[in-house]
């Protein structure tokens, strides 16, 4: 039997946290929680303690005169983490500004000590530490260092049985501070503005004991509190994912709910495939996603809509809305510009799970990149890549939109560079028929299955798309400007 | 009746100046009891939001009331809050005892809403209901019926 000890690990009660610490804070640990004003700080300590605290566990949060105490009660009551039943009972603020000015560190460790065996707090923050070290710069010779101070403070802290929480602003890179060496855990967050948009990051820097996520998380603060989305880790098909049990690449298809498009991709879209729809503005990939979420629950497969784009009121853009409205198709809609993709990855997990759904739709790539902030742009690619991996992982199957510039020089699919991790794509174009603009759409690839090759017409009814018959009596279509060649067959004049 | 919080609040402030001034009091029992009171106060505010906080309010709370009672204002600003106290509990002493039960239930009111205006009626009433006495129960069968 191991006699080897045992670190309980506290649920964080911070959505995301505990992921990416690795399964949660270890109790009785040292943890700093670092970054620039108004990163969030504060929220996510306060967020971690109402989470925590109870009657048998008490905490006590040092306020050190940073913010003024009445603010920081004004501000933080106003998340709904904040629980006021807990305040005095089994949360204590003690405000240590006083003893600051007054006094020296002595008396300050002295105070905090005093505080401590009065409660017996399972939990400690401080708030904030880098107020403790310009104070320290006040502090007349004679009286102990600020170092001397953490190194006391680390000391006490261990001596206590309480998990311990320093908060405070990233001090220069040049002051390379002993507290960073104390700390068994090190978690930093900052915000970024980039342009118009401000996207939070965090970032553990280090636990001890625990593998935990690497990397920048976004996160945001809302009322409800701070939440994280972790990125998603590309699994490695190894110990928790073998590819034989994952009967995601079965032999089953999808129907698409287009009539004669399944046949044209070889049998219907296999399952678990993701399917890129590229085509200009108004050749119909929306209606051709409706029209796979709308045949999915008529056989019962849920599914879920991510959509960017602003959708004007058609009679099958209702067919989708009361889709939606009856539950029977979740949906992401997103305006704003400051998204990270794994955000969005993230609720659209959790809703796949939600929805237990089996067809999904990005409509579109193009309204995606721009819903996601400057900052992310310039990994889009990456984290689409990312995205796939999960939504792969999930044994969804999914169709994005792409649009796509109308340009008859070069056969483009999407602007990402996307096309080579969809395993199918579906092309639609104008083309020039007699003045006129007709509609055509080509199956370009499907991974590892026959499909059509044809060129086929169609046409955007009420009903929905109705796809013609190939088109024959025309040549150079991906060029815009067909001309008509002579055909002996009856399929001349192949109208949809 | 009072229903609300803040009414609640006034009614127990004022039950608490009563029961600690006595039966009938004179202007110096009052000032005496007031003096308790913000004693209490300060104790249950300081460790929370500091002792600079609860002066800050204080003033401003002092200040507030002065404009009704104007021989209230104290000339010559940045004073220590206990000497500040000393001062109010003289100048309470010199009054009638109503005014200086109406001054000093005034002045804790405002000092109250002004709490309450920044941190909420409930943070307030958590931190500074032990303060004030509870109503007794032959009163309450009084309100209950």
């Known amino acids: 039997m191991s006699k080897k000890v045992i670190i309980h690990r506290l649920a964080t009660g911070v959505p995301g946290l505990d992921a990416i610490l690795g399964g949660g804070l270890p109790e009785l640990s040292f943890n700093l929680i670092v970054g620039p004003p108004g990163s969030g700080k504060t929220t996510l300590a306060h967020q971690i303690m109402f989470a925590l605290a109870t009657k048998e566990k008490p905490a006590l949060f040092f306020t050190v005169l940073g913010e ?110 002993p507290v960073y060496t104390v700390a068994d855990g090190l978690l930093s967050l900052e915000q970024s ?45 190894t110990v928790d994912g073998p590819i034989t049990s994952r009967p995601l690449r079965s032999k089953t298809r999808v129907a698409m709910g287009v009539p004669r498009l399944d046949e044209m991709l070889g049998g219907g879209l296999p399952s678990g495939y ?148 969809t395993d199918a794509i579906i092309v639609q174009r104008y083309i020039e028929v007699e003045s006129h603009l007709q509609r055509v759409m080509a199956v370009v690839k499907v991974r590892a299955s026959v499909h059509s090759t ?30 008509r060649v002579k055909v002996s067959s009856p399929a001349e004049g192949g109208k949809p | 009746m009072p229903t609300t919080d803040s009414e609640l609040r006034r009614e127990a402030i004022r039950r608490t100046l009563a029961r600690r001034a006595g039966g009938t009091p004179d202007a110096s029992s009052v000032a005496k009891a007031t003096l308790g009171i913000w004693h209490q106060v300060s104790a249950r505010l300081a460790p929370v939001i500091g002792a600079r906080g609860v002066d800050a309010l204080f003033s401003r709370s002092l200040q507030l009331t002065s404009a ?10 940045n004073m220590e809050s206990a000497d500040l106290l000393a001062n109010i509990e003289t100048r309470l002493a010199w009054r009638e005892p109503e005014t200086a039960l109406e001054v000093s239930y005034t002045l804790l009111v405002t000092f109250t809403e002004l709490m309450a205006t920044l941190i909420g009626e409930s943070l307030t009433g958590r931190l500074l209901d032990p303060v004030w006495v509870p109503p007794s129960p032959a009163s309450e069968k009084e309100a209950g019926s």
């Open chain 1, 193 to 237: 503005v980039y342009r118009n948009s401000m996207v939070r990051k965090i970032q553990v820097l280090k636990m001890r004991g625990q593998a935990t996520s690497p990397g920048m998380h976004t996160f945001r603060i809302t009322s409800p509190g701070v939440e994280i989305f972790p990125a998603p880790i590309v699994r490695r098909d």
């Open chain 1, 274 to 421: 993701s399917l890129l729809v590229a085509g200009p503005s108004g050749s119909g990939k929306t209606i051709l996603a409706t029209a796979f979420l709308a045949e999915g629950v008529r056989r019962g497969e849920p599914g879920v809509i991510v959509a960017f784009e602003q959708t004007p009121s058609h009679s099958w853009v209702r067919t989708l809305d009361d889709l939606i409205r009856a539950g029977q198709i979740g949906l992401i809609n997103t305006r704003s510009l400051d998204l990270s993709i794994d955000e969005i990855v993230q609720h659209l997990t959790d809703l796949i799970f939600q929805m237990k759904a089996t067809r999904v739709v990005i409509d579109s790539l193009s309204g995606f990149e721009l819903a996601v902030a400057p900052a992310f742009r310039d990994d889009f690619r990456e984290s689409l890549f990312r995205m796939f991996a999960v939504l792969s992982n999930l044994g969804v199957t999914v169709l994005m939109t792409s649009e796509l510039e109308d340009r008859y020089i070069d056969l483009r699919f999407s602007p990402y560079g996307s096309a080579f991790l």
């Open chain 2, 68 to 77: 009704a009672f104007p021989w209230l204002a104290i000339i010559g600003e």
């Open chain 1, 454 to 483: 044809e060129i086929r017409r169609f046409e955007i009814t009420e009903e929905g798309i109705v796809i013609g018959d190939p088109v024959l009596d025309y040549e150079g279509i991906l060029g815009g400007q067909p001309t």
């Open chain 1, 68 to 177: 003024p105490p009445l603010k920081m009660l004004r501000y933080q009551q106003q998340f709904s983490f904040f629980d006021l039943d807990k305040v005095n009972e089994s949360i204590r603020f003690v405000n240590l500004s006083d003893d600051f000015v007054t006094g020296n560190f002595d008396q300050v460790l002295a105070r905090i000590t005093r505080e401590v065996e009065n409660v017996s707090p399972a939990l400690v923050f401080v708030d904030s530490f880098r107020s403790i070290m310009l104070e320290a710069r006040h502090q007349p010779a004679g009286t102990i260092s600020p170092q001397q101070f953490v190194q006391q403070f680390g000391i006490m802290l261990s001596s206590w049985q309480a998990t311990t929480f320093l908060i405070g602003e990233y001090e220069a890179e040049s002051e390379h501070h």
